[in-house]
Structures are given as structure tokens and as C-alpha cells.
Nanobody, 122 residues
Framework: QVQLVESGGGLAQPGGSLRLSCAAS????????MAWYRQAPGKQRESVAA???????HYADSVKGRFTISRDNTKNSVYLQMNYLKPEDTAVYYC????????????????WGQGTQVTVSS
């Protein structure tokens, strides 16, 4: 019913930039929270950034000042602008959205994107 599709990953040089996009489609009633997570090999999945429906954003300390999360409610999309990339940013990035569907509009269920690889290397 609901599907999240990510794009924008790839290879970047240290100090470079990438912009990730994630678009949701389906029988969407409302999207409460949009967020980005990442998982590096041998590491636990960690929260990178989140943005609530009102527009307030939260960032992990490791990316503050470098990454910016934004959302476009008209497109059911969330973006992650990543600047001044570091090798330690290398990971698979996943978008997540808490979505209430048309059939169940009273509960926000977590949906995940397929993941997109970000590699930062010289």
C-alpha cells in the first residue's frame, strides 16, 4: 500500500556534498515524522536526522552543522542535504516515515526505504 523510494546516494570526496531524496507513495493520509538513519558495516543502525510535521528538525551530534533535513509535504518527500562529507559518513542510508494510511488514519506506522549507499572516499 505504501512504498518509499530513495535516491541520491553515490560516491563523494571528503569535503564534498550529496543530496538524498525519499518519496512516499500510496494511500497516504498523513505523514507525522520523516527521518534518516544510517548503518555502517559492523555497526548498529543510528538516527541521523528527523523532522516532524510542524517543521522542527533534530540532528545527531555527528552531523550537526553539516547535514540539513527538509520535507515537502506536497510531494510526500524528505531530503537530506549532506555537506562537508567525511569518510565516517560512509554507510547505507535509510529513510523512515511514520505514516497514517487512508484505511487506518489514526495510527502512524513506520515505513522504511530500501536504502541507498553513500561512500565518502578519496
Amino acid at each position: 500500500q505504501v512504498q518509499l523510494v530513495e535516491s541520491g546516494g553515490g560516491l563523494a570526496q571528503p569535503g564534498g556534498s550529496l543530496r538524498l531524496s525519499c518519496a512516499a507513495s500510496g494511500s497516504i493520509f498523513s505523514i507525522y515524522v520523516m527521518a534518516w538513519y544510517r548503518q555502517a558495516p559492523g555497526k548498529q543502525r543510528e538516527s541521523v536526522a528527523a523532522i516532524v510535521s510542524g517543521g522542527s528538525a533534530h540532528y545527531a551530534d555527528s552531523v550537526k552543522g553539516r547535514f540539513t533535513i527538509s520535507r515537502d509535504n506536497t510531494k510526500n518527500s524528505v531530503y537530506l542535504q549532506m555537506n562537508y562529507l567525511k569518510p565516517e559518513d560512509t554507510a547505507v542510508y535509510y529513510c523512515k516515515m511514520a505514516i497514517a494510511t487512508v484505511t487506518v488514519p489514526t495510527f502512524g506506522y513506520d515505513y522504511w526505504g530500501q536504502g541507498t549507499q553513500v561512500t565518502v572516499s578519496s
